[in-house]
């Protein structure tokens, strides 16, 4: 082996100047932007060596938190069985497993005799049939991703789509379940997503060189057409996606911006048949369409910045026939509906939090009484799952907090019962005993930002950390695209917290934690509020003595990176640690070109700075690549993944090359660049590959915290 390196990698310069709206910046890591240059290729390995000898000593660590996630996990497992009903008139329970020691799981289905009663699979039972076995796929691929995977509307084919590099391009396959055997494909190089239409027509997408989902194509299944151009979305702004109806009647086009949406139908059982548009497109109007077999739902934002919901004739092909069903609340963001014979079910976001109404629905169609679904913790996150069968009497919804493991409850529609299905295990610790939710502390403070607006904080700790300012503390954030981070359950984080930690998620300007309005106020020439909110949330955790003024860590990802970046410019003396995870941090380069994957959309997020000088301003003040300074900054880990097409390798690397020239940290708050040469946006593949990989993101930030 070679000898480890002494000192860190000195990037290469070539000169380079950026001139717009009148504006010279100089960028000497420039040249970083052509991922195929030997030299960045080298530069890359030369930092993975240099993160590899500033972390050996990590390595006992490192195992010990893999263990810990090992033990306290059940490795062999299985999901609740749901009921399925095929247009051939058959009936299975489909459910996935997983095996210890296997990195990924496989989907399996069993034939049903009744809907009403949940088969007991722990074993496999003699007629159980492997519809989809991810482990003999993935076998001889360093990486593998599904992005579609589902059985047609008769039960006797299944697609699916593979990527093998992590580049988010698949190739799709079509499968006999009968015999097992691939009938047809590989389609190479399709995007994520797909739809069925009858058990003998799919349509799939294709990407532009923008990496943008661009087209539908409509493929017939062992046909001897060529596949045909089904739609193609000419503005750059806009993204398709397809999706079928539950009751596998209609295939959904969808087409959105990050402010517009325009949705088409065509008739499952006539794919060679013309496209429907529900509502033309009309800049800033959003809608998602429900299709049931009886009408159309439209969750919609015209005259509700909040959304609402309204019902139109399944015919219908323009907003003048849109009827409303539930108006706009300021105070609550809906989020999602699914609409069953005996109900409709509405997802919603208030105050932080999720919640789930039930409207019950008469013979005619009238629709009852709201009943809102209650829980006991004052912090939590919950979703409805929605079922296969329209006329089913019974949902599913998954609940679980910053204390409590995720779980599937059942709500009879009928009588309001609640049952649990399946509370995810968390296994004895050898060490640390028995799981006990209430040795920890779950609760909601309110940090003020600098504009006097009151930012909510989900914090946890043990429940014997005191609250003295000597605790180590981990700030998480991300802030953009409307997402909202919820207070949700993390097994790994557990320890964390068992090590003493404090744990907090900032609900920053920009996510979705407190609907359209909060992120309206943390985007485009907004942006700025996204970060001080950040700051304002870690001053608080030392001001309550959550956490000790030198013990402070913050963790992003992705537009989560860039806040990172931002704060620590802003603040570098608040934080003692960050790792920065795909980190979004060369945000004006990328947004100046529209050559590069996402560009074009994005601008409806941050603004365009190619045509307009204040966002070009804007976005100069906070881009992190541009406002390195000559300070002492945190210790910094930086990961990321030569083949992300969201956030491509050349902006990570860019930044830790800057940060080295100008940063006056000595060798106890390294910069470091670790990049998985084999990997994308989501990281590594495989479960105990990513195990491994958040067991070290930890161990380091165990380290530097302590």
Same mark, same amino acid.
């Given at each position: ?77 299985? +999901? ?71 059985? +047609? ?447 074009? +959309? ?105």
């Amino acid at each position: 082996m070679p000898d480890a390196p002494l000192t860190p990698p000195d990037a290469p310069t070539r000169p380079f100047t950026r001139e717009v709206h009148g504006d010279r910046v100089e960028d000497p890591y420039h040249w970083m932007a052509d991922k195929s240059d030997p030299e960045l290729l080298a530069y890359l390995e030369a930092e993975n060596a240099w993160t590899d000898a500033r972390t050996a000593h990590l390595a006992p660590l490192t195992e010990a938190l893999f263990e810990d996630l090992k033990a306290r996990t059940q490795q062999t497992d299985l +999901s609740v069985p749901t009921h399925v009903s095929h247009t051939d008139g058959s009936h299975y329970w489909y459910y996935g497993r997983t095996t210890e020691g296997h990195e990924y799981g496989r989907s399996c289905r069993l034939p049903a005799t009744s809907r009403d009663e949940i088969p007991d699979v722990t074993q496999p039972p003699a007629d159980e049939q492997i519809v989809l076995d991810v482990n003999a796929l993935a076998e001889g691929h360093d990486y593998f991703s599904l992005g579609w995977a589902q059985v +047609s509307p008769g039960g006797g084919r299944l697609a699916y789509s593979a990527d093998t590099s992590g580049d988010e391009r698949y190739d799709l396959f079509v499968v006999d379940l009968a015999s097992g055997a691939v009938i047809d494909g590989p389609i190479e190089g399709v995007g994520a997503g797909g739809a069925w239409a009858g058990d003998d027509w799919i349509v799939y997408v294709r990407v532009d060189a923008a990496w943008r989902p661009h087209q539908a194509w409509r493929h017939h299944i062992g046909g001897p057409e060529t596949d045909a151009l089904l739609y193609e979305e000419a503005d750059d702004r806009f993204w398709l996606s397809v999706d079928t109806s539950r009751d596998h009647a209609w295939v959904l086009l969808d087409l959105g911006s990050k402010k517009t949406t325009e949705t088409h139908l065509l008739r499952a059982d006539n794919p060679t048949g013309p496209l429907r548009c529900v509502q033309p497109r009309r800049q800033g109007l959003e809608y998602a369409v429900e299709v049931a077999p009886d009408a159309l739902w439209i969750l919609h934002n015209d005259g509700a910045p909040q959304f609402a919901l309204s019902r139109a004739p399944l015919e219908a092909s323009g907003i003048d026939e849109w009827q409303l069903v539930i108006p706009e609340r300021p105070e609550t963001r809906l989020t999602g509906v699914s609409v069953y014979a005996s109900a409709v079910v509405v997802e919603h976001r208030t105050n932080a939090l999720s919640g789930i109404a039930i409207l019950p629905r008469t013979p005619s169609g009238e629709l009852g009484e709201r009943v809102e679904l209650t829980f006991d913790e004052a912090l939590y996150d919950v979703g409805a799952e929605e079922s296969p069968d329209f006329d089913t009497d019974r949902i599913r919804f998954g609940y679980e907090s910053l204390v409590s493991p995720p779980s599937v409850w059942e709500y009879r529609l009928d009588t309001g019962e609640r049952r649990l299905l399946k509370r995810t295990p968390v296994l004895d610790h050898p060490v640390r005993g028995a799981y006990d939710p209430s040795a920890y502390v779950s609760e909601r403070r309110w940090a003020t930002s600098e504009d006097g607006t009151r930012i909510p904080v989900s914090v946890v700790r043990g429940r014997d950390v005191p609250t003295d300012g000597t605790a180590p503390g981990l700030l998480y954030g991300y802030g953009s695209y409307e997402i909202p981070i919820m207070p949700y359950f993390a097994m790994s984080r557990l320890s964390l917290l068992d090590r003493g930690f404090v744990f907090a998620i900032a609900h920053v300007r920009g996510g979705g934690e407190l609907g359209r309005p909060w992120y309206e106020a943390g985007k485009e020439l907004s942006k700025p509020n996204t970060f001080s909110d950040f700051i304002a949330c870690a001053r608080l955790l030392v001001e309550e003595g959550y956490v000790a003024r030198d013990r402070l860590g913050a963790e992003g990802g992705s537009a989560g990176g860039l806040l990172m970046g931002a704060a620590m410019n802003l603040a570098p003396e608040v934080f003692r640690a960050v790792h920065a995870a795909v980190p979004f941090v060369d945000p004006v380069t990328t947004i100046l070109n529209p050559d590069l994957p996402l560009t074009v +959309s994005e601008w409806e997020e941050w603004g365009n700075p190619v045509t307009d000088p204040d966002v070009y301003a804007c976005m100069t003040s906070y881009s992190p690549y541009e406002n390195v300074a000559a300070v002492e900054y945190p210790a910094i880990l930086v990961t990321t993944g030569l083949n992300d097409t969201r956030v491509e390798v050349t902006e990570p690397a860019k930044w830790v090359a800057r940060l080295r020239d100008r940063a006056t940290n000595d060798e106890r708050r390294p910069i470091l660049l670790k990049t998985e040469m084999v990997a994308g946006h989501g990281g590594v593949s495989g479960r105990y590959k990513a195990w491994k990989e958040r067991a070290f993101e930890l161990a380091w930030l165990i380290d530097q915290l302590g």
